[in-house]
């Protein structure tokens, strides 16, 4: 077993949100008075809550992070993965001492070098050579250290003819490039690495993750990585840390982890069930069940691109007699592009009062990745009647291929992804 | 398990609450080449796309001279202790600049860098140690300008005043340091303290340019001893240390055992309070700024 280089211990940190107004000073003196003559516990930090964003606060105290602790071993790559607001950033800017905790600490062997962001500290005035003894520094490596390295950073940045030239005349490629290119020739036990590979195009993100591959599995050096980018995250690391809500959800290999974040967004919104009293509809029928997975699977697997998609309808049809029934739904996907119309008016179905269940399936290869949702759910009668509607009963994301290594990482292109046949004619 | 950890000796421990005097010296050292990059980026970023470059460093003293010799000198009469009035002035304006200069810039530090400094750890006092040193080579170079204008007045004496150097030069050294230490504490203190309430930041735009007057940069301290001020002009820390600058350089003004140490003491009790106050700060501010 190897040792631990960063033991993280009930490691947690507050934040105040809303405005930091005249409030604050009364208070402040208030906490003061407490805590430092009195020696008394914090008041402010004991009615904190967990970070749920989405739901409106009574303190305006929050945990971003709460009892964190885990450990990590010296060569170990670790994939921080977890929601927006999942406390990944605060947990890198605690370990970067950018902030320090409210409560907990973390001991550290080695040097630590951070990159939340590429190019702290560039001056726009000052050549790119000034720039990386500059910024180099600023990541704390030393003068000398810099100029021994200072042709191979030239070299993997790829601006060697710029070089002289100030950084504000260069494109934002040529300076993220030159960023990069500093902060891989740092020489820490520890690197830190935050989503900075959304920038830059496709040749020089792999360019980056080939040169965090070298640090981690090459040098033996520990590399802590987050991203939102799953097939990144799973090329890179070894290990990874599933964060919600500020707790630590998973902690071990990369594959379990990713697989417990997939799973995050999508489950609770993937199925629908109702009590008959409180189910939307109306007089003649009602929206009790609705469950949305991929095909022959279970609905604790994430859909992913390329997938068939299997959707379940339950009504309660609440009016005697044989009704001759359709249903049909409107796809959005994120962007509000309407996607497509599915439908079975073209054959009613004869249905009786009681429970009428309908199964459809999307086709394979037909969507890419991104949420989707249905918007409107019409029980349609006897050709051409509306019985019944409902508006976004629910909605399911399909997450992107992890197996595609380094594909196009841009913003979706297109409303449908489907799949082509290609042949060669000549 | 827990054996293993109790052997390790680690490198570095993070956690919320630490001394109240906690300054890592060491970590500190480490970064000096940091420390005076920082000032290499001031003073070229300063000149870059001007035509006269470092002379701009000359500008401001030479026309604040020629006002301050207009207004005080020709129409309000006040004395300048039977020294050429242009040297007069360049003195106090000199030293007085160097000392505000050090403080308004470091008392903006962590307003002007949260942006840095919510990015990457450095040790956060290189910052304004670096703002104190890149205003030292632009004192440096007003100081030359000072030296010129004392060659002219040397070969071209006006009657009725003179002036000559003498062995306070010595403290010199001392003088730029006690400068140098009470603008970084003054700065540090209101640095830290606008980072949550902003209002200090108002005060001390204009209220540094009032400062001005309470010392002897525009009189001398027997004119304003004559006129019964003399004790509330003392009150100034700067005060002691203009007046030993006029006397090392021009041979004119105060410099006592008594002047000095007032001044050290003040300097070294503001100095601890800021340090004290800016470490206090700088662990969590990027949460409130």
Redesign the interface.
């Known amino acids: 077993m190897s040792k631990p280089i960063i033991q993280v211990e009930n490691l947690s940190k507050a934040y105040q949100i809303g405005q930091i107004g005249t409030g604050t000073i009364s208070r402040d003196i208030e906490r003061f008075w407490l805590t430092k003559i009195r020696g008394k516990e914090d008041p402010f930090l004991k009615i904190g809550q967990i970070n749920d964003r989405s739901v409106k606060a009574d303190s305006d105290i929050v945990w971003s992070l709460k009892d964190v602790n885990f450990n990590i071993n010296q060569g170990d790559a670790i994939g921080v993965i977890g929601k927006n607001g999942a406390g990944k950033s605060t947990l890198l800017k605690l370990l970067s001492r950018v902030t320090s905790p409210t409560t907990g600490e973390i001991k550290v062997k080695g040097r630590i070098a951070s990159l939340l962001e590429v190019g702290t500290g560039f001056h726009p005035e000052l050549s790119g050579r000034e720039n990386i003894y500059l910024n180099g520094a600023i990541l704390g490596m030393r003068k000398n250290e810099i100029s021994r390295k200072l042709d191979e950073i030239i070299d993997f940045s790829g601006v060697e003819r710029y070089i002289d030239t100030p950084v504000k005349r260069y494109s934002s490629g040529m300076y993220v490039r030159l960023a990069f290119a500093v902060a891989a020739h740092l020489e820490s036990e520890i690197l830190i690495v935050d989503e900075v590979l959304a920038v830059g195009d496709a040749e020089f993100q792999k360019k980056c993750l080939g040169k965090m591959g070298d640090i981690s599995k090459g040098q033996g050096r520990t590399v802590i990585f987050v991203s939102h980018n799953m097939a990144a995250v799973q090329s890179l690391c070894n290990n990874g840390l599933v964060l919600n809500n500020g707790i630590v959800q998973y902690e071990g290999p990369i594959a379990g982890a990713v697989n417990k974040y997939l799973n995050q967004f999508t489950q609770d919104l993937r199925t629908v069930q109702y009590k008959p009293e409180n189910a939307p509809g109306n007089d003649f029928a009602k929206f009790i069940y609705g469950k949305i997975v991929s095909q022959n699977k279970s609905i604790d697997d994430v859909i992913t691109e390329g997938d068939a998609i299997e959707i379940e309808f339950e009504f309660l049809i609440l009016e005697d007699g044989i009704h001759q029934l359709g249903i049909t739904f409107h796809l959005y996907d994120e962007l509000g592009v309407f996607v497509f119309v599915g439908s079975s008016c073209d054959e009613f179905r004869e249905v009786k009062r009681g429970i009428y269940k309908e199964r459809v399936v999307i086709p394979a290869n037909l969507m890419p990745e991104g949420t989707f949702t249905i918007t409107k759910l019409l029980l349609v009668k006897n050709r051409g009647s509306l019985v019944c509607a409902i508006n976004s009963p629910f909605s399911f994301e399909i997450m992107p291929k992890t197996d595609e290594n380094f594909g196009w990482k841009g913003a979706k292109e297109g409303a449908v992804k489907p799949k082509l046949d290609w042949q060669i004619i000549k | 398990m827990k054996k293993?950890?109790q052997s390790?000796?680690?490198?570095?421990?993070?956690?919320?609450h630490t001394a109240l005097f906690d300054i890592n010296f060491k970590d500190l050292w480490?970064?000096r080449?940091?420390l005076f990059?920082?000032v290499?980026?001031d003073f070229?970023?300063f000149y870059?796309?001007t035509i006269l470059g470092p002379f701009w460093f000359f500008i401001q003293p030479i026309f604040t001279t020629v006002v301050f010799t207009f207004v005080f000198g020709k129409l309000a009469g006040i004395s300048a202790d039977g020294l050429p009035h242009q040297l007069f002035y360049l003195v106090g304006i000199t030293s007085w600049y160097y000392f505000s200069d050090c403080l308004t810039k470091t008392s903006t530090v962590f307003k002007d860098n949260a942006?840095?400094?919510?990015?990457?750890?450095?040790p956060r006092l290189i910052m304004p140690l670096s703002i104190v040193v890149s205003n030292l080579v632009r004192f440096a170079v007003q100081l030359l300008l000072l030296i010129i204008m004392m060659l002219y007045y040397y070969f071209y004496p006006i009657a009725g005043a003179s002036f000559r150097v003498t062995s306070g030069l010595f403290l010199f050294p001392l003088l730029i340091f006690l400068m140098a230490m009470l603008g970084l504490g003054l700065g540090l203190i209101i640095t830290a303290v606008t980072t949550?309430?902003r209002d200090l930041t108002f005060l001390v735009s204009f209220g540094v340019q009032l400062l001005m007057y309470t010392t002897t940069v525009i009189y001398p301290l027997s004119y304003a001893r004559e006129k019964g001020y003399g004790h509330w002009v003392e009150l100034n820390p700067m005060t002691g240390i203009i007046e030993a600058f006029r006397f090392a350089f021009l041979g004119k003004g105060e410099l006592t055992l008594y002047s000095i140490s007032y001044s050290v003491m003040v300097t070294i009790i503001i100095l601890f309070f800021g340090i004290i106050i800016f470490n206090k700060t700088e662990?969590?501010f990027?949460?409130?700024i």
């Open positions: 293993i950890n390790q000796d680690w490198d570095l421990i993070i956690k919320g480490n970064y080449d940091l990059l920082f290499k980026r070229v970023s870059k796309q942006n840095i400094f919510g990015k990457v750890y450095f949550k309430y662990k969590n990027v949460d409130t």
